[in-house]
């Protein structure tokens, strides 16, 4: 009977975990599986079953879990969306000052304002995005 009670928690908390994303009920999940067959085949009582359950538990958080959450915890390797603009290169369309400025950037036109708040670049200039603070290219003409 405890057997059966061990295998019902482990399929619910591998189920809670797709809720969490966390890989932590995933490994207590599979912990309590674990127990459920080494009670079934054992016919364990409930101290030894606690123990294997610990036991496990422990092995799955400090080895499996880490290389899990290295593997596929690692946000994407190509930037995207607004973090992909940073180091792209955009023409000035109007003079960029520390309180106003237009920038041509990837075919869409951008404020922005220049990274050292005393230096202006005009009409024309090819200058860099050194970051984007909202929505405004912060930019640098360069060396």
């Given at each position: ?30 912990a309590?599986l674990?127990t ?8 364990t009582?409930?101290v ?26 690692t946000?994407?390797p ?7 603009l ?58």
């Amino acid at each position: 009977m405890a057997a059966v009670v061990w295998l019902v928690a482990g399929v619910l908390l591998a189920a809670a975990e797709m809720l969490t994303g966390d890989l932590t009920l995933l490994m207590l999940g599979a912990a309590a599986l674990g127990t459920a067959g080494v009670s079934a085949a054992a016919d364990t009582s409930l101290v030894v079953d606690a123990i294997v359950f610990g036991v496990i538990s422990a092995i799955l958080f400090l080895g499996v879990r880490p290389m899990l959450r290295r593997r596929f915890g690692t946000p994407p390797p190509i930037p995207t969306n607004v973090d992909a603009l940073t180091g792209k290169s955009a023409l000035v369309l109007q003079e960029v000052s520390a309180h106003s400025g237009r920038v041509k950037l990837g075919g869409e036109e951008w404020t922005a304002r220049p990274m050292n708040a005393d230096e202006s670049y005009e009409p024309g200039t090819t200058v860099y995005v050194m970051r984007i603070d909202g929505a405004t290219a912060v930019v640098w003409k360069g060396p």
